[in-house]
């Protein structure tokens, strides 16, 4: 069983940078894939970014691309979402989420964290 806690979410001004990090247990290989989700009031959950643990490719939204950077660290078990150029519509609560497929694809994440809030002003 794999569990997920995010942490880093906070308040920060428009075109300022946050650094999420989410710390995963439970993991029995090196082969999987992370990603980030965020979700605001009354909109969908959307998609923002993933990465294949092994490789390190990765895949992120048209929304955030040149801005968010998605990294891990496997020693730690950690993933990271660097935020630079925030901007208000970046406001959201942000999950990490892990599946178990190495296959890059942005639907098969099957265990989240609980989320942290991310908060742009302007």
């Known amino acids: 069983q794999v569990q997920l806690v995010e942490s880093g979410g906070g308040l920060v001004q428009a075109g300022g940078s946050l650094r999420l990090s989410c710390v995963a247990s439970?993991?029995?290989?090196?082969?999987?894939?992370m990603g980030w989700f965020r979700r605001s009031p009354g909109k969908e959950r959307e998609f923002v970014a993933a990465?294949?643990?092994?490789?390190?490719?990765?895949d992120y939204a048209n929304s955030v691309k040149g801005r968010f950077t998605i990294s891990r660290d496997s020693a730690k078990n950690a993933l990271y979402l660097q935020m630079n150029s925030l901007k208000p519509e970046d406001t959201a609560v942000y999950y990490c989420a892990y599946q178990r497929s190495p296959t890059m694809n942005r639907t098969g994440f099957s265990s989240w964290g609980q989320g942290t809030q991310v908060t742009v002003s302007s």
């Open positions: 990465i294949l643990w092994n490789a390190g490719t990765t």
């Open positions: 439970g993991l029995t290989s090196k082969w999987f894939t």
